[in-house]
């Protein structure tokens, strides 16, 4: 998968997650937001551990933006 491609399914996963959906016998509309980091094996880390670290920190920038994506390299 390309960058590009990656961009595309975050934005998907987005709008499919964050769109409102009825709870309680359809009298309570509920959104949720949803925030999404990226990251790439081998190259945001060699190891295990590394590309979940980086990952981790891409989507707390996200959160920051509110309901998007970033990747590592963002």
Known sequence: MWPQDHSLLARKIIAA????FRLGGQRHTVAIGISVGIALYPADGQDADAPASAADA???RAKQAGN???SCAA
């Open 17 to 20: 997650l964050t769109a409102p």
């Open 58 to 60: 891409a989507m707390y």
């Open 68 to 70: 998007s994506f970033r």
